[in-house]
């Protein structure tokens, strides 16, 4: 399915107008109109605000199936959940982002740098610790 169609599919099922999805996204009716007719393709960023005036997560927009789509399989260890997706951990993440937002290119350069040379160290001690 095209997605112009599927947004006018999901608009009028929430009996939305077109100018009303404006308003939301911030964008003009007629930019509207025409992504909904396909003579438009909208970018990620513009989905997502869509996909917000609808009051729908945007693999809805995306997705063509009837269920929701298996989440990924990540590699490595499957079990544990990935740092900063719940919890005091993504406080911390949202704290860092807000931090690197400040920074400039090569004050980030500079942490990625201390971070990467930082996550490598417990790894040499503890093949350190195992050869003693």
Do not use: I
């Given at each position: 399915m095209l997605i112009g169609q599927k947004l006018r599919e999901i608009r009028e099922a929430k009996k939305m107008s077109q100018m009303e999805i404006a308003e939301s996204t911030g964008l003009v009716?007629?930019?509207v109109s025409r992504v909904e007719n396909g003579h438009t393709i909208p970018g990620v960023e513009?989905?997502?605000?869509?996909?917000?005036a609808l009051k729908i997560p945007l693999y809805q927009i995306l997705y063509?199936?009837?269920?929701?789509?298996?989440?990924?399989?990540?590699?490595?260890?499957?079990?544990?959940?990935?740092?900063?997706?719940s919890g005091r951990d993504s406080h911390h993440?949202?704290?860092?982002?807000?931090?690197?937002a400040r920074m400039n290119?090569?004050?980030r350069e500079l942490l990625l740098s201390l971070a990467g040379?930082?996550?490598?160290?417990p790894r040499r001690r503890a093949a350190e610790d195992k050869r003693k």
């Open positions: 009716q007629p930019y513009t989905l997502e605000k869509w996909a917000s063509d199936g009837e269920e929701p789509p298996k989440p990924l399989k990540l590699s490595g260890n499957h079990n544990r959940e990935l740092w900063g997706n993440l949202k704290r860092l982002r807000q931090f690197l290119e090569q004050e040379r930082m996550a490598s160290r």
